[in-house]
């Protein structure tokens, strides 16, 4: 099973940018969809902001995360990025680097679905604040 280590949250101005970090070991990437959610403080909910298949680099974001957040894979390192850009304080949240395993269109419909209980492996989180 892939563990998974997020880094990179910290508290920057409304219109800032940061970059997060997803680190997996353990097994192959190209056997996973990776998806980031969030969970905005005081919500029950975590809702996905972008979603990578690494075997085909497809893509999906959430309408609040499209034309702002970049999600990204270092091949090398194994290690898939969110970069996001234009950031308001709606986007203060904890960010989960999550990864569920599959093929082909079972991968498809992971990142289309966003499910968060569909994905079985989840890093501890980092926080993120937007706020001046």
């Known amino acids: 099973q892939l563990q998974l280590a997020e880094s990179g949250g910290d508290l920057v101005q409304p219109g800032g940018s940061l970059r997060l970090s997803c680190a997996a070991s353990g097994d192959i990437l190209d056997s996973y969809a990776i998806n980031w959610f969030r969970q905005a403080p005081g919500r029950k909910e975590r809702e996905g902001v972008a979603?990578?298949?690494?075997?085909?680099?497809?893509?999906w974001y959430s309408p609040s995360a499209k034309d702002r957040f970049t999600i990204s894979r270092d091949n090398p390192k194994g290690t898939v990025y969110l970069e996001m850009n234009s950031l308001k304080p709606e986007d203060t949240a904890i960010y989960y680097c999550?990864?569920?395993?599959?093929?082909?269109?079972?991968?498809?419909?992971?990142?289309?679905?966003?499910?968060?209980?569909?994905?079985?492996?989840w890093g501890q989180g980092t926080q993120v604040v937007v706020s001046s």
């Open positions: 999550t990864a569920a395993k599959g093929t082909g269109y079972q991968l498809f419909r992971l990142c289309v679905s966003g499910v968060p209980e569909d994905f079985d492996s």
């Open positions: 979603c990578l298949i690494p075997s085909d680099g497809s893509k």
